[in-house]
């Protein structure tokens, strides 16, 4: 397959460019475009056939089920079978935006969507040519993040070629997304409603809409040994589990290289991945640091001694003082790191609040749990 790149604007996107996205979807086609939070790689949600293609392109096992995208609230019962006022209401506070709903599924989408449960996940995205594109073609688009299975989710057009190439018909070329992680998912088919998966809304705001809502608990994030034994032990049983949360997968945002995710007081944490950075590369390992600039810069030191052996690579990703840019940032500095073929990457976040929890849970599933706590933390 020849896989075309079309540049898009981003702002003011071209007619032309979005009339041959909507050919290619209305011939049961995959294309990749962008949202505000990431790529995504699309196909007419309910062309099972055409669904099908996204999960050869990806490498994605059929058990983990896909986002449908709509280009307006009144368009979600086109695959969820009501909207509940719930729904309405985070749709109106929210919508265009990163937050995806899970809802009861109409009997027409296929099982292939949502992985053979009787709910769909949707969302509204905001990106203007994600709604150029929805409002142009008049369907719900089911897509999923356009990297292959277990990459980074992809930011730019160039992440989507490098992982898709030869494997889907278009991508559209729009820039680098906005967000830079992808929606925060909320089950609404629980009572209370459940955050699934953190992402471009925080928790804080969805509770300004949802008093009771709940977060993620350390089960959820896969903190607990029940989880280790889901994740490790039965892994061939989870794996024919329809994946409810993403994560219960080994290897979900998995860099080539080993991560280890460093937790605790700031000062600490730079020290030790600093001494855990020497150590390693006195060991011959080539090692990767990703941690927010202020980290990076306080790491200098240990970077310059290695320099010399080309050792030790340090990636900043945005800062601690502003999270948002940090969540832009990160999967493009954790696909840089793995360019560089570093055998093991050693990484730290930016507090784990508003965007900081996004962060840190795909920090913590690239790092398939090994974290390492120190100082202030460890000991409390
Ligand atoms: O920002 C985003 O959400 C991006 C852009 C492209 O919209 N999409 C995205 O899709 O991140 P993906 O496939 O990488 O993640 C979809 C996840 C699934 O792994 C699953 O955990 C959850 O959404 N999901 C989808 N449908 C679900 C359902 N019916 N019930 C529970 N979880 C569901
Ligand atoms: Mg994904």
């Known amino acids: 397959m020849i896989t075309r790149v079309l540049t898009v604007d981003r702002d003011a996107p071209d007619a032309s460019v979005i009339a041959e996205a909507v050919a290619v979807w209305r011939a049961g086609g995959v294309v990749a475009f962008p949202t505000e939070t990431v790529y995504g790689l699309g196909a007419y949600a309910l062309d099972a056939v055409a669904v099908a293609r996204i999960f050869t392109a990806k490498g994605r096992p059929s058990n983990d089920p896909l986002i449908v995208h709509v280009a307006s609230m009144a368009e979600v019962t086109r695959v969820a079978a009501a909207l509940p006022p719930l729904a309405r209401a985070l749709g109106e506070r929210f919508w265009p935006g990163p937050l995806t709903l899970i809802l009861p599924k109409r009997p027409d989408v296929p099982a292939l969507v949502t992985a053979g449960l009787q709910t769909v996940g949707v969302r509204v995205p905001a990106h203007p040519v994600a709604r150029a594109l929805l409002e142009a073609s008049g369907l719900p688009i089911a897509a999923p993040s356009a990297n292959r299975f277990s990459r980074p ?36 088919t629980v009572d209370p409603p459940l955050v699934r998966r953190p992402g471009g809304i925080s928790l804080g705001a969805l509770r300004a809409v949802v008093p009771d809502i709940r977060g993620q608990t350390p089960v959820d994030r896969g903190q607990t040994p029940s989880m280790e034994l889901r994740t490790v032990d039965n892994a061939a049983a989870v794996e024919h589990m329809p994946q409810v949360a993403p994560g219960q997968l080994i290897r979900h945002y998995a860099p080539r290289a080993v991560l280890t995710l460093y937790e605790g007081q700031t000062d600490a944490v730079v020290t030790a991945i600093g001494t855990d950075a020497r150590r390693l590369a006195a060991e011959g390992q080539r090692v990767g640091l990703l941690t927010p600039e202020e980290d990076l810069l306080a790491l200098a030191p240990v970077i310059a001694a290695a320099a010399a052996r080309g050792r030790v690579l340090g990636r900043a990703y945005g800062s601690r003082r502003d999270s948002a840019r940090a969540a832009h940032e990160l999967f493009a500095s954790l696909r840089g790191l793995d360019g560089e073929q570093v055998d093991v990457i050693l990484a730290s976040a930016p507090a784990d609040a508003e965007i900081g929890q996004a962060i840190r849970d795909r920090l913590f599933r690239a790092a398939e749990g090994r974290v390492r706590r120190v100082g202030a933390k460890e000991e409390a």
């Open 153 to 188: 989710s992809p930011t730019c057009a160039a992440h989507v070629l490098a992982d898709l190439d030869g494997r889907v018909d278009l991508i559209l070329d729009g820039g680098t997304t906005d967000v830079g992680v992808e929606s925060t998912i909320v089950d609404l």
